[in-house]
């Protein structure tokens, strides 16, 4: 008999993440013998939890704060998604090599591809924040050549490292968000304004264009003031929920050998817990 499978998530604090339920969810729909549990590892256990991986105990997993650039510096080989963006959330074993991924680029895209395929032809992107989450949306967005790219954070020196990191990305300073917004297709906001307990992001929608999109990656809640804003100007709009679930899929395929789908489902199951309801 197969031996069982095992994944997890490895971060500290992680009892918040919702990883296990996802892959709990698809674990369960497909018949698999297999867990995916998540593990509190905290910045001076990381060695020992490395260790432990390459004695074989795990197939993969996933990786969270603080661990995604550390991780990144250790393992063998990256794919070309970590490469770029810097960090690492997905790790598996190849010939008793560690080799590390980055699936959130994917995640935010298919997420898109869901809720606004137009997206792909847009001619110019406004991507607020310059977080890890930035770095990801910024790798995706030129993946899918949006000519046109500028970064906006409060920090203004940070947009500029990303500007370097990613070529042919403009930087500015979050106040001349604003200004930006006539010229924009596709508005992603990155920051954690809007997050529950956070203040909104303070910017009239009136200037975009009808045709814009506008996606929070923020997702707690769900329809955040932003997205509000959208849908009552009736402009195109994307919630953060779907970037999470799609990222989980290369994963969960690459661990346990089947392509799992975000349904509506699953979406239910995690929109439940995100409104307390479980
Ligand atoms: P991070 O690295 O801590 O970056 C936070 C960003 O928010 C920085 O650009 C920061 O600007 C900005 N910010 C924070 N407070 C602000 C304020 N009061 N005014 C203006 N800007 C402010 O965080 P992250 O990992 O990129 O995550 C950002 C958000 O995305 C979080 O809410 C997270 O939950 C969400 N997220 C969602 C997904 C998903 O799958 N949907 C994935 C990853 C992250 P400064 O540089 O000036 O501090």
Known sequence: MAERRQ????GHPIAHSRSPMIHGHWLKQHGIDGSYDAIDVNPTGLDAFLERLSSGEFVGGNVTIPHKEEV????ARRDEA??????????????????????????FAANLDAGAPRWRGAGSALVLGAGGAARAVLHALRSARIGKITVANRTAER???????????KPAGLAAAQSLLSRTDILVNTTSLGM????P???DLEVLGDDAIVTDIVYAPLETPLL??????????VDGLGMLLHQAV????????VRPEVSPDLRALVVADIEGKR
């Open 7 to 10: 994944a997890f998530v490895i």
């Open 72 to 75: 990144w510096r250790r393992v």
């Open 82 to 107: 970590a490469g770029a963006i810097g960090a690492v959330n997905t790790l598996w074993m190849e010939k008793d090599e560690l080799v590390g991924g980055n699936t959130d680029a994917y995640g």
């Open 159 to 169: 947009a500029g490292e990303l500007a370097l990191a990613f070529p042919g990305v």
């Open 196 to 199: 529950k307990g956070q203040p």
């Open 201 to 203: 992001l303070d910017l």
């Open 228 to 237: 509000k804003r959208a849908r009552d100007r009736g402009l195109a709009n």
């Open 250 to 257: 290369p994963g969960f395929e690459r661990w346990f050998g």
